[in-house]
């Protein structure tokens, strides 16, 4: 085998390699203890998108002043949330006190690379399902 060969093989075996890597991304997510409901919703809306695109989310809750002799307020929120989207993705590491900070991570169950393959494929059934209308006035 000559050294432009291998060269080659090489450099196709690193391309294959690096198309089958994923970057892990973590979302950010910024609560406080006293939130509105409409707010929490809007909150967990956003976690829920994060997570269905297969990225990791970072839930922290910042206390400001009596806010911090409180941290249960904080991790009962964190809790809640865990709860409510318990079916697209687990905690991964628990709420921990970070000064005056509570820091939760939560993963997806699915991969990303799993997620881009689902919306590859419906990216295709939407366009070869769909033909452009025939036009009744041709020639006119």
Do not use: C, W
């Amino acid at each position: 085998m000559d050294y432009g060969k291998f060269k080659y093989e090489s450099a196709v075996k690193a391309r294959e390699s690096r198309k089958n890597q994923t970057n892990t991304i973590i979302k950010e997510i910024k609560l406080r203890p006293k939130i509105d409901p409409h707010d929490y919703e809007t909150k967990k809306g956003h976690v829920v998108r994060f997570l269905k695109g297969g990225d990791k989310v970072k839930v922290t809750i910042m206390f400001r002043g009596r806010e911090q002799s409180r941290p249960e307020l904080g991790r009962r929120l964190l809790s809640r949330l865990a709860e409510d989207v318990q079916e697209l993705g687990q905690v991964e590491s628990q709420p921990k006190q970070d000064g005056r900070n509570m820091v939760m991570v939560i993963g997806p169950h699915k991969r990303r690379a799993e997620h881009k393959a689902e919306a590859r494929a419906a990216a295709e059934g939407r366009t070869r399902g769909q033909r452009p209308a025939a036009r009744t006035d041709q020639g006119e």
